[in-house]
């Protein structure tokens, strides 16, 4: 069995769970970005806080800077669990006034009594740092300090990690579910598929019976109309080969039958001349079972889904003047003037099937030589119509009653008191064989025609024209 190219299930998965996951981590990307700047925004208010109390402990005595920070004040600094404080106090040529020189500096000056945050390193160690530029007394306006506050980060990874693994946690378990869910639904929506997989499967060669379309949802009804389609094409298939099966037999039947006769015949006769008499009737007998045979073989050759048969670029002229100087002996046995006329000089191209063809044109030969009485005339022309060859077989026998036009076609059948030999097969081959070409057949005869005249129109080998 050949291997699938892929299962619906999975590219379903995929296509629901990739965009699933890709929207999960980016929502919780920016849940995390936003948690974790808004736990930043308050520690830096709260840091903010710190260094605004710092600095009103700033004072201006005698036009010099003082930075009176009690003993209280600076424990209040490092009173935290987790983070140490450290604090600077600069004048602005950056003589430091108090606290802990090399804090790292803002690459840009807050203005007067305002205030920047920035990210630095102290001592190797990562801090936020809140830096703002303060006036401490305002009567002295030119006297300013910058004032800096620095935090470790431990609090704020701290939080950050904790903020992390709350997100995480529960969008892990709603990926698991939903996961679940999504496979559930999945499951769930190509049943209907298995469903029809399995009543396919479950049946033998035997039941070609239309599956019910009433079960069947919206996207498969076209498929399965389809497959019912082909089932009826099929069983009608069948029953045509069924019905030439039973048909074959029996014309069969009746030259075997007559053969087995002779035979018997044959056997008892003791007369050498009469004996003589009796081969001839059983060769004769012999000869139609031989020709039915071919019939049939050739009539299987000419099936509509033969598909094997190849097809080739033809010279249909080659080909009808090759075949009518094939039947020139037996005409001339019947006493019968054949003869192959046209007006075409280069070669007439069709697409198509020699075997077939000349099958075609035989039969059609055969039937003008056969049903003529001796003295008459068989004539095959090739002309040009349009876009189409036109191949003619004529003869001047006894034609073909009109109301027998259509039935001569149909397969075993002989026109009543016209039986010589033939088993009724012949224009069948001709109307297959027609048909595989995409060709038309036309009878001409009695009134219009005094005798039979049997048309076939051949498109042309397009590239030709
Ligand atoms: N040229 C013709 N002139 C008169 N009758 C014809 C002619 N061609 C066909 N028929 C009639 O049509 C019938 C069907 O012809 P068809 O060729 O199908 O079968 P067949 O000749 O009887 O048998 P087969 O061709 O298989 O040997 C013939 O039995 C004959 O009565
Ligand atoms: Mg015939």
Redesign the pocket.
Known sequence: MAQPQFSLRKRLLLWLVLPLLIIWLLSAWWAYQISVQFTNDAYDRSLLNTAMTLSKQIIVSHGIIIAHLPKMALDVLNEDQYDRMYYMINRPNGDLVAGYAGLPLPTILPGPNHHIFFNGQYNGIPVRVVAMTVIPNRYHPKRKVMVELAETLVKRQLMGREILSGLIVPRLASIALTLLLVWYAVSRGLKPLWRLQKEVASRGPQDLEPINILDTPNELVSLVEEFNRLLIEIRQVLAARQRFIADAAHQLRTPLAGLKTQTELALRETDPHELRQVLLLLHHSGERSV??VN?LLSLARAEPHERKVSFAKLDLLLILREITGEWVPKALDNELDLGFETKIDGPAYVWGNEVLLREMVS??I???I???QGGGNVTVHLDRQETNWLVQVE?N????PRE?HRR??DRF???LG?????????????QEIVQMHHAQVMLE?LPEFY??R?KILIPCYASHD
């Open positions: 020709h039915l019939q039969n059609l055969d039937n003008a056969r049903y003529t003869d026998g006894p034609g073909i027998e001569v076609f059948y002989s026109i016209s039986n010589r030999g033939g088993s009724g097969l012949g224009l069948a081959i001709v005869s005798g039979t049997v």
